[in-house]
């Protein structure tokens, strides 16, 4: 698909959605080269730097576009909400638990060798992941705690569902997270960190949602630089300054919503993002297990001198090519269910095209 010229900003209200959804992701896959890079002692202050920068903007915009359309699924019944969207987060979340048990072991094969210590040690985290997510699908499981959380509290006033949860983060975030002993911090796990720093964006997008809409579709183009601008100095300035996370990530959080908000709105006409943006499931999903077999090989062919003479190119390149790559795996027939649930009995009497996938 061809990118379409640059435009100041797109006409179409939901173009900036998707390419909210495409900027969030190509942010995961590059930070999680950059994990994946300090594993295998390929480090740069820079992109470091650009991670920690961009942190602010990433998973906040990701949960906030992602309750923009959660309101139809709330006002659902359990039974259609279970039989829906929870059913196919539950059984990718659940289908893909061992690719991140094998490439994890590919790794520590490539780097150190096996060991039954860290088999076992791995093997418990897949046990332990509906209680405390494994790896990088911890988004799915958060994910789908927001729509039973959405689901349960539907009853109250949206304004009180928002202000409770914005006051829950803001307590998290500003006293909690931070007076956590290191190794109770880790213990706790991406998972349930996401639910006390996201859920109010996401329940917030969802319960607004069309006044979100209807406000972004009338930013103009300079409103929406504008918001991108106070996101990114703002983020400049927390990171270069060391600002601690208690007094500014709250803040940085919404900022970075907004901020992405902005961006995605000026670049929205670009149709390779919108492309992207419609199909992050399939990114996210295969994307840390394409990026450990890459690093792998570079490393088996002895090649890391030439990752490791530009890494900012490489990074860019690495980026390509993985996406594109768990783009094309998900298109492979034999892998159709690794990526969209089987349909349920009553779905197949019913109508084949009512099978949720990740379209």
């Known amino acids: 698909m061809s990118i379409e010229k640059w435009s100041t900003v797109s006409t179409n209200r939901l173009d900036w959605v998707d390419t909210a959804k495409a900027i969030s992701i190509i942010l995961v896959v590059v930070l999680h080269l950059r994990d994946q890079f300090e594993q295998f002692s390929l480090q740069s202050p820079q992109l470091d730097f650009f991670t920690e920068v961009s ?3 990433r998973m906040p915009m990701f949960f906030a576009v992602a309750g923009l359309f959660a309101s139809k699924w709330l006002s659902k019944s359990w039974r259609d909400l279970g039989q829906g969207k929870l059913a196919l987060l539950v059984w990718v979340f659940i289908l893909w638990q061992p690719v991140v048990f094998a490439y994890r072991l590919l790794v520590h094969w490539v780097l150190d060798g096996l060991s039954w210590q860290y088999t076992a040690e791995q093997a418990l985290r897949v046990l332990a992941s509906p209680i405390r997510p494994n790896g990088e699908l911890w988004f799915l499981w958060t994910l789908a705690l927001f729509f039973v959380i959405g689901r349960w509290t539907a009853k109250f006033s949206p304004i009180a569902q928002v202000a409770t949860a914005a006051s829950v983060s803001l307590i998290w975030m500003t006293l909690v997270e931070p007076s956590l002993p290191e190794i109770v911090y880790d213990a706790i796990g ?53 600002i601690p996370p208690n007094a500014s990530l709250f803040i940085l959080s919404l900022l970075g919503v907004a901020g992405g908000i902005g961006l995605a709105n000026l670049i929205g006409g670009l149709a390779l993002l919108r492309y992207l943006g419609r199909q992050t499931l399939p990114i996210y999903l295969a994307h840390s297990a394409i990026i450990a077999i890459f690093l792998c090989e570079i490393t088996a062919l002895g090649l890391t001198p030439a990752v490791t003479f530009n890494l900012y190119l490489s990074t860019l390149i690495l980026t390509t090519v993985v996406i594109a790559c768990a783009l094309g795996l998900s298109q492979l027939k034999p892998l159709k269910y690794m990526y969209q649930r089987p349909a349920f009995p009553s779905e197949r009497v019913a109508s084949p095209s009512k099978r949720k996938s990740v379209a």
């Open 190 to 242: 991406s998972g349930w960190h996401g639910i006390f720093r996201y859920y109010f964006l996401f329940i917030g997008f969802a319960l607004f949602s069309k006044q979100i809409r209807t406000a972004v579709s009338h930013l103009k183009w300079h409103t929406s630089a504008l918001l991108f601008c106070i996101w990114l100095d703002a983020s400049l300035l927390a990171a270069y300054y060391e």
């Open 55 to 57: 942190a602010n903007l």
